[in-house]
């Protein structure tokens, strides 16, 4: 299937394994995953020495949500019901979990190929980025009908994360300078996979070996694209209309990069391998942005990315650093952090 290289319009305001109750009591800090006590970094592994408050997070503002043993997590959408789902690198599942009771069940079985980054609209859409399979997948959660896919790529891919916006869902590639924008219609139905848009990074973007383009969200103003590249630990700032790249000045590298969570102007960087949260406050535009603190918690594993559901965040423990097998356990961190005014 061919995909279209064309100019993006610049509107971006946003818009069959079961655990039971009694399998998956919550599990309080400390206890889970056999992870580091302690989140402090390697000097050698830490870069540029954070600016701001290290905050390390009391057991008692955390919770640890296990998920099937060997699922591999990597990606994490939530709704207003206190639902997260997440999806599989191994074979693409897609879990459904209670945030309240921890209970959870697979919804929809995957293509093989992973699902990583996903996002969730109101329509109960729940947007999945395919990874190494080099396409987008749409699955209804209301009905676990699905996925719907979409090939971005014919060619080397690492379709990574997602972000929804008013007017399309867009999706980062780490292994291919480029953005994916899949356009909505006017009456908010998907575009057909031949509307798919591809959009090089042009500019100041840097593409090296190993993971490119990874986390993926909107500037404070709706007008410019944040992106996390973690081969060289820069934020960028994308125009959508072009795919010009700017470095947004952070007073530092950002190692290990991964998931971002904007609220406000509040940008939540996850540095997955580092075993924390860098929490930054950025200019309207985008352009910088200053450190504000380091958050790290216990129950860290290499989380990979982040989502927010009421008073807490939420990521899961990726364990890159972990030899995967059908036993390794996996968890969701879920940290009491009130969302910016």
């Known amino acids: 299937m061919s995909v279209l290289a064309r100019r993006a319009p610049s509107s971006l305001r946003a818009p069959s394994r079961v655990l039971t109750l009694g399998s998956v009591a919550l599990l309080v ?59 599989s690198r191994t074979d693409g599942d897609i879990y459904r979990l209670n945030l309240r009771t921890g209970g959870g069940s697979v919804i929809s079985q995957g293509p093989g190929t992973p699902s990583l980054g996903m996002k969730l609209d109101a329509r109960g859409r729940l947007f999945v980025a395919g990874g190494t399979g080099g396409d987008a997948r749409v699955v209804n959660t209301n009905t676990g009908r699905g996925p719907k896919t979409y090939q971005l790529s014919l060619g080397t891919s690492f379709v990574n994360d997602v972000l929804l916006t008013r007017g399309a869902v867009w ?61 060289d630990g820069l934020l960028y700032r994308v125009d959508p209309r072009t795919g010009n790249t700017s470095v947004v000045d952070t007073g530092g590298a950002l190692a290990n990069g991964d998931g971002l969570l904007r609220e406000g102007r509040t940008l939540y960087v996850v540095q997955n391998r580092l075993n924390q949260i860098a929490k930054l406050r950025l200019d309207k535009s985008g352009y910088r942005a200053t450190r504000l603190s380091t958050i790290t918690s216990a129950t860290f594993d290499v989380p990979s990315t982040i989502a927010r559901n009421g008073g807490r965040l939420y990521l899961p423990n990726a364990r890159f650093t972990t030899p995967a097998t059908t036993e390794t356990p996996y968890a969701v961190s879920g940290l009491k952090i009130r969302a910016p005014r």
Request: aromatic share 4%.
């Open 171 to 231: 999706f980062t590639d780490s292994a291919a300078a480029q953005l994916y924008r899949l356009p909505f219609r006017e009456d908010g139905k998907l575009a057909k996979p031949g509307q798919v848009e591809t959009l090089p990074l042009t500019g100041a973007w840097r593409q090296s070996t190993g993971n490119n383009a990874n986390g993926i969200a909107t500037t404070p103003d709706g007008r410019g694209v944040l992106v996390m590249n973690s081969a």
């Open 29 to 87: 800090t400390g206890l889970l995953l056999g992870g580091p006590a302690s989140a402090d970094v390697p000097a050698d592994r830490a870069g540029p020495a954070p600016t701001g408050v290290v905050q390390r997070l009391a057991a008692r503002m955390t919770v640890t949500l296990p998920l099937p043993a060997g699922f591999q997590p990597e990606g994490i959408a939530t709704d207003g019901a206190r639902t997260a789902y997440l999806g």
